[in-house]
């Protein structure tokens, strides 16, 4: 199966994958919300035969550390049929690239360590900084030498703060 990644623009496919992968509509709502702030950075989707899988990953601001340059991962989702193949990982992956060479240094996402840990994502870089959402839950990955000295307070995109 040939996977092509290409950034999102068409909203009718992100809200049937995220419909498909979770049963509701909050988690491509908050793409769109991100959009509409200006807060997305990268909206990846994943197309095999039909529309697979998408990842988005939004700008986070770390007030104690400015000069540290902050993503978050979320939301990630691939559609039943299709998981298990690797999509998912792929997505995580090429986002990463993507935002290494555009000069990232930290990245956090909430999730199962068992899944983000085979990219690095750590529990105890984490707990650095102070989120809304801290707990075993919270990882980050360094993508630079500064990324691994982040500290102190963040704030997310103001989307996340309107989900229920
Ligand atoms: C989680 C998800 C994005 C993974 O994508 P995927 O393409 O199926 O995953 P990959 O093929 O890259 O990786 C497969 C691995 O993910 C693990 N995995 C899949 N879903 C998981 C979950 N909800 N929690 C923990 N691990 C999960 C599998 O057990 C497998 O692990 P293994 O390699 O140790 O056997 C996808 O299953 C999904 O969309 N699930 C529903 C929505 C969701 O829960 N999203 C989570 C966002 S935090």
């Keep these: 199966m040939e996977v092509r990644l290409e950034e999102a623009a068409d909203w009718s496919i992100l809200y049937a994958i995220y419909s498909a992968s979770f049963g509701q509509l909050a988690e491509a709502d908050l793409v769109r919300n991100m959009h509409r702030d200006g807060d997305l950075i990268l909206s990846l989707t994943a197309h095999a035969d ?3 899988g998408h990842v988005a990953y939004s700008r986070l601001i770390l007030h104690d550390a400015p000069s540290v340059k902050g993503a978050v991962l979320a939301p990630l989702a691939v559609v039943p049929a299709f998981q298990r193949q690797g999509i998912g990982a792929t997505l995580v992956r090429d986002g990463l690239m993507r935002l290494t060479d555009e000069g990232y240094d930290l990245v956090l996402v909430l ?9 690095g994502f750590t529990p105890q870089l984490a707990e650095q900084v102070k989120t809304p959402y801290d707990g075993p839950y919270l990882q980050a990955l360094a993508l630079s030498a500064k990324g691994k000295d982040a500290h102190g307070s963040v704030t997310y995109a103001k989307a996340f703060a309107e989900l229920e």
């Design 111 to 119: 999730g199962e360590p068992h899944y983000y840990g085979r990219f």
């Design 50 to 52: 039909e529309p697979a």
